[in-house]
């Protein structure tokens, strides 16, 4: 369950990232991986 919750942590961070950043890319090799 504290893996699940970092995920849910580390997807919001990534989003906001994507957000501000325009990362997309790494946002999509994160959500790939699991």
Do not use: H, P, W
Request: charged content about 25%.
């Amino acid at each position: 369950m504290s893996v699940r919750m970092f995920y849910d942590i580390e997807q919001t961070f990534l989003y906001l990232v994507n957000d501000e950043r325009g990362c997309s890319a790494i946002n999509t090799a994160k959500f790939a991986r699991y």
